[in-house]
């Protein structure tokens, strides 16, 4: 058609298209309409012939379809004008702008001789026209193809449905036929005589096993049956009159008719039995005596009840998560089922089609809830780094339609690669260490000024900085614990690190804003500048050592590298020798082959070993670089070395490749050398000198424990000697003193029992109901918790005085005489409360005039000047210049451990100040003794040895950490995971602790009711007194 120039030829192309067009939408439209008069007469014959009305409506149906069906033919017939045919193709060509059908029009007045406007510009018009219809394809103005395939389409439905009405009974098929000629309301031709009620019919389900239902008995029932498929259904009719035979008919919506006989059991007793296979009806059909037939009036539906498919919950893991090699994945789930479940399983995809893991089997167990255990070690296909997919499928017990599959929503697993995981951490660290970098020039670049706005900014901008960095540190030092790769002391040098730069930035930062924020006045007061750049000041020196110490991390990190490379060199190494030996010995098969695949791996080892120098060489310092050994290095040579062997090995000269291959070993073993050589040279090269400066600093530690207790003993010593002095110059001996006291105590608690036992009987007596009652329970609790407290207090009183604390024993009476007070008082209350005006107290009188006994020796002992013999004055003063000397000691250890934490990241930077507060509180002791002040240098001496305590706990565990906790490795070398060690193999675990389930432990009955009862009692008074006393030490 591209090559027809002639409009009117285009034109009849396009009429022919369109009349095949309309041809295939009519045979299209005629052959639905039969498909759906052959699919109506197919499922809803019989029901129409049963119910004319619904004939007519079908009928009606059939005509406006078929109205609608021949539609197209109108077109068909009707011929179109050529004007008409080109405005359709402009139409769907809007490039031609009118040009076709003016070409139509100038043709057609050309051909009767008439001339409009210029015949030029006519003829013109006209080829232009023709150049234009030229490119054009009439077959792209009517899809034709897509008409004929649903046409085919259509044919082909109408064949399937011929196929099976000719496949139908011949009921169906007389059906069909009758839909369409037989008359409209022409009583229908019966089977036999209609009855308004068949009987009375009883019914008897027996359910499925699998479901666990029992039997159902239905009497006078309407017969209607709802029930599981594959129950067994009895239906016994009571006729009434007496009865020949039954047929019970079954009709279902796909099934065939089926008639069942029914046993005739009496005159009037027919019974029949079906199992419920699908959903439909049934009627019965009796025949009497006399040989007539009855039927049915009406047909009886047959529900089957759905069995709802079972379900399962993944409780455990909620997300997708990633796991290192050989971590368990614990599994929690739930499952139910409406009947019964029959298996769990799991059923996971690697990436080579789905597989299946068992889990449980179960008998008729409806619900279940569990845990289970998943070692993935065992999945061969599962690969580090590629992603598998999992689900939990649970299947229920029907064994009549077949089990029914439930599954859980997806999760997603993905085995880290240790590699992989590895190299991103260090993507991480070196993200850090840049944002470091960009801080310390906001903090250098930012100036401190005066004016508030601007100061705040400054300060809001900085600490938000240091808060993502802090974001950071947290989340690369949580997973570097867990990676097996990552070097102990690498984890714990980063986190010291991180925790001197919090200390640094998030208080004091926090603290300075607020300050900021507080003035509304401007300018700032200059204090408050002065502050902020001393601030300023300290954390850009913070920065700076941090800075450095994460980049000494770094690089480190990149040196263990080059080293496992260059342990796989050493394996590599170890088999080439091995079949050097086997080529001597003239083992040529296969072992030429071999020796070039290692030649290969190591020529691979050789490149990434050069690709990390190469890398390092970015960041590392000059002197590393400078190194002899790295500088002897030329890795060339054994590329062209290893080219050599394998050209001789082609070749077939066994004896020089062997000389070759004995030069490469000794080459090979030269690089293993210097590459040792030179990370052990670098890596922390004063790693083993700050492990001797930490041993050193905590045999020194000892030594000034050691010295510290001895300086506590002899100032106790000198203590009990002045409380003996006291003594005696009240003319007695302290064990006198004592005895006097105790046995006053202990007629004080003998009275206070008595109370207690007098008192029982109003303080339990039930209390009236109402507001009363309230306040009398209310009265009560005080009453006891007074009386508690006083004979706890007399208990402690009693301990202190066994100790020679008689300062503190002193205390103890004042609070124990407070109790008793307090005592009478509340009594009085409860008694005035119950309406009863006796209240005898003379016990609780008696232990408080006992009680101002012992107050009022105690005052008097203390009262009492100290007196200090010549003797005893010398050895304070002795104490007074140890004591010094030995903060002066303590203080020369805290400089040196701080000049340690600036030089390296493994010291935690609150040693040096745990030991500048021991070396403190020295200082207080030695001002105690020189007043002198014998107890309060007591009390300072046991502070610094806890202290000090502290600070060896430190040093200990920093001892710990840098050897590896034991780990037989080099010093200063490192020590990654071994292969297939768990996370955390160097003490970092964060395994699940199992806890002791209820019926483990049971807690004695009488244990659990002290606790009980404890509980409504107020602290001892001791006790918050201690309490007191711990944070006043703390703050001071």
């Not at 040098?493 to 919090?502: P, R």
Request: proline share 5%; aromatic share 6%; charged share 30%.
């Amino acid at each position: 058609m591209k090559d027809r120039r002639n409009i009117d030829e285009f034109l009849a192309a396009i009429a022919s298209r369109r009349r095949q067009g309309l041809l295939l939408a009519l045979l299209f439209r005629l052959s639905l309409w039969l498909l759906i008069q052959v699919t109506v007469g197919i499922l809803w014959g019989e029901a129409f012939l049963r119910h004319p009305w619904w004939r007519v409506v079908d009928l009606v149906g059939c005509a406006l379809l078929l109205l609608w069906a021949l539609r197209p033919s109108i077109a068909l017939f009707r011929r179109m004008a050529p004007e008409t045919l080109a405005l359709f193709v402009e139409r769907a060509c809007p490039q031609l702008e009118n040009r076709l059908i003016s070409a139509v029009e100038f043709s057609r007045r050309l051909q009767r001789g008439e001339f409009p406007y210029s015949p030029v510009l006519a003829v013109a018009t006209i080829q232009r026209a023709r150049r234009e219809i030229s490119t054009l394809d009439p077959d792209r103005f009517f899809d034709l193809r897509a008409g004929r395939r649903r046409l085919g389409v259509a044919l082909t439905l109408l064949g399937v449905g011929v196929v099976l009405l000719l496949l139908l009974p011949p009921a169906k098929r007389r059906a069909f036929l009758a839909l369409y000629h037989a008359p409209l309301f022409a009583p229908p031709t019966p089977e036999g005589k209609r009855l308004e009620t068949i009987g009375e019919i009883t019914l008897d389900l027996r359910f499925p096993r699998y479901s666990g239902l029992e039997d159902v008995h239905l009497a006078a029932t309407s017969g209607e049956i709802a029930a599981l498929k594959g129950t067994e259904a009895t239906v016994t009719l009571r006729t009434p009159f007496p009865v020949k035979r039954s047929i019970l008919i079954l009709r279902g919506d796909e099934e065939r008719e089926k008639r069942i006989p029914m046993t005739v059991t009496a005159s009037d007793l027919a019974q029949g039995r079906f199992t419920l296979l699908a959903p439909g009806s049934y009627t019965i059909q009796i025949e009497n005596e006399r040989g007539e037939i009855f039927e049915d009036p009406r047909a009886r539906t047959i529900e089957i009840l759905p069995d709802a498919p079972p379900s399962i919950e993944l409780l455990a893991p909620e997300h997708d998560l990633e796991l290192h090699d050989g971590e368990i994945l614990e599994i929690d789930y739930h499952a139910e089922d409406d009947f019964g479940l029959s298996r769990l399983r799991i059923v996971y995809d690697t990436g080579e089609g789905e597989k299946v893991e068992e889990i449980a089997a179960f008998g008729d167990q409806r619900e279940t809830r569990g845990r289970y255990t998943w070692d993935l070690g065992r999945i061969e296909t599962l690969e580090p780094g590629r992603p598998m997919t999992f689900q939990l499928e649970v299947e229920d017990n029907d064994v009549v339609s077949g089990p029914k599959k439930t599954r859980s929503a997806p999760r997603r697993v993905t085995i880290l690669d240790a590699a992989a995981h590895h190299e991103a951490l260090q993507a991480d660290l070196e993200t850090i260490f840049e944002g470091l970098l960009l801080l310390l020039a906001d903090e250098i670049e930012t100036p401190v000024t005066n004016e508030r706005s601007a100061l705040e900014r400054r300060q809001t901008g900085i600490l938000s900085t240091a808060e993502t960095l802090l974001v950071r540190f947290e989340r690369l030092l949580t997973a570097m614990r867990d990676d097996p790769l990552t070097d102990a002391a690498n984890y714990y040098a980063l986190e010291n690190v991180k925790a001197s730069f919090s200390e640094r930035f998030r208080e004091s930062r926090r603290y300075f804003l607020l300050d900021i924020m507080n003035r509304a006045d401007q300018p700032v007061p200059q204090e408050i500048v002065a502050r902020v750049e001393a601030q300023r000041t300290a954390e850009i020196e913070e920065l700076e050592h941090d800075i450095l110490f994460v980049l000494t991390i770094m690089e480190r990190e990149k040196l263990q590298n080059v080293a496992e490379t260059a342990d796989a060199l050493s394996d590599a190494q170890q088999r080439l020798s091995e079949l050097m030996s086997r080529l001597e010995e003239g083992e040529e098969r296969g072992v030429s082959d071999e020796i070039r695949r290692i030649l290969d791996d190591i020529g691979t080892m050789l490149a990434d070993i050069g690709h990390k120098l190469s890398e390092m060489s970015k960041t590392l310092p000059d002197e590393f670089l400078n190194e002899e050994a790295l500088h002897e290095i030329d890795l060339a040579d054994l590329q062209k070395t290893m080219a050599q062997i394998d050209d001789l090995l082609s070749e077939g000269k066994i004896e020089e490749a062997l000389r070759a291959l004995e030069n490469l070993q000794g080459k090979l073993s030269e690089l293993m050398s210097r590459l040792d050589e030179a990370a052990r040279s670098f890596a922390f090269d004063d790693f083993e000198a700050v492990f001797r400066e930490v041993e050193g600093s905590l045999s020194e530690i000892d030594e000034i424990i050691g010295s510290q207790r001895q300086l506590l003993e002899a100032a106790e010593k000198v203590e009990r000697q002045i409380e003996a002095k006291r003594l005696e110059h009240l003319g007695e001996s302290a064990e006198s003193f004592v005895k006097r006291q105790l046995e006053r105590v202990a007629r004080i608690r003998e009275h206070l029992e008595a109370t207690r036992s007098r008192f029982s009987e109003p303080l339990t007596r039930q209390a009236p109901p109402g507001l009363l009652g309230t306040v009398l329970e209310t009265l009560q609790e005080r009453v006891v918790t007074a009386l508690n407290g006083a004979e706890e207090e007399a208990a402690f009183l009693e301990d202190l005085l066994e100790a020679h604390a008689f300062d503190e024993s002193l205390g103890s009476a004042y609070r124990a005489r407070t109790h008793l007070l307090d005592l009478i008082e509340q009594l009085r209350s409860v008694l005035r409360a119950r309406g009863e005006r006796s209240l005898d107290v003379s016990e609780i009188r008696s232990a408080q005039g006992l009680l101002d006994r012992i107050i009022h020796d105690l005052e008097r002992l203390l009262q009492s000047p100290p007196q200090l013999g010549e003797e005893a004055a010398g050895e304070v003063g002795r104490q007074s210049t140890g004591e010094e000397r030995l903060a002066e000691r303590t203080r020369r250890l805290g400089r040196r451990l701080r000049k340690l934490t600036e030089t390296s990241p493994f010291v935690p930077r609150n040693l040096p100040e745990q030991v500048g507060e021991a070396a403190d509180e020295m200082a207080r002791a030695t001002g105690n003794l020189q007043r002198p002040d014998v107890k309060g240098a007591i009390r300072d001496e046991r502070e610094a040895i806890s202290r000090l305590g502290q600070a060896r706990a430190s040093l200990e565990q920093l001892k710990d950490q840098m050897s590896g906790a034991g780990n037989d490795a080099p010093l200063g070398w490192g020590r990654r995971s071994p292969p297939g060690a768990p996370p955390g193999w160097w003490g970092m675990d964060d395994h699940k602790v199992e806890i002791p389930s209820e019926e483990q432990y049971r807690v004695p009955k009488n244990f659990r009711e002290d606790i009980l009862e404890a509980m409504k009692r107020d602290a001892p008074e001791r006790y918050r007194r201690l309490i007191e006393e711990y944070y006043e030490n703390l703050v001071r």
